[in-house]
């Protein structure tokens, strides 16, 4: 029973959902900005919701995920779960570039901070934190999946920094659901100790710091 329920909690918090997650959140939960002049992400217009929210899991999950299945299908991975620490190579720089392509966009497509600022610092986020993890991985198998509760995690606090009104319990919540898939990726002996709480460090600190600092440029 608590092989299967490790296996579930793995697939629910995979790391390519948790961005997802935290837009989910950040977008539906009430919420009302410090600076109000800042975009707010919970008074966006639906259809506006409906269209980033859907921009969004494109490229953070969709693109990424099909990437995977295509390289899995070539041989270039043995799993589509990248267990294999030597070849986490090509994943990650695919992981990499669509991070890098979805800022871009953003940046592009809506300059000087026109839509919220979580659109421009989670996706950058997830680059700098996929660059790191890529460096780490040639010494330990650093966890992607505590990366991406860490993600979540630090994405979340920084959100809440920002708001002067928000709904407490759900920082609790995403470090339950982070100590959730920690002990899952333990449990099924998928990593040592240091490799996720490695990994879950490391992606709170980078985004929760990315988001601070890109809000003061904004």
Partial sequence: MKSIT??????????LFMPTYGILLAMYIPSVPKDLSHVSMYFLAPEMKTRLLLLFFLFSAVAPGLSFL?????????????????ERSIPL????????????LFFVKAPNAALPIAF????????????????????????????????????????????QSFAVWILPVAIIASGLTISARLFLNKHRPIEV??????????????????????
């Fill in 6 to 15: 490790s296996h579930i909690l793995s697939w629910v918090f995979l790391p």
């Fill in 70 to 86: 295509a390289l899995h299908q070539k041989k270039v991975i043995t799993s589509i779960d990248i267990e294999n620490q030597r």
């Fill in 93 to 104: 720089l695919v992981m990499m570039a669509y991070s890098l392509v979805l800022f871009l």
């Fill in 120 to 163: 421009y610092a989670l996706p950058l986020s997830g680059f700098i934190v996929t660059a790191l993890f890529m460096g780490i991985n040639r010494w330990i198998k650093i966890s992607l999946h505590a990366g991406g509760a860490g993600i979540l995690v630090g994405f979340l606090f920084a959100f809440f920094l920002e708001q």
């Fill in 197 to 218: 709480y490695t990994g879950w460090t490391f992606a709170v600190l980078i985004t929760f710091f990315t988001h601070f600092i890109y809000l003061q440029w904004s």
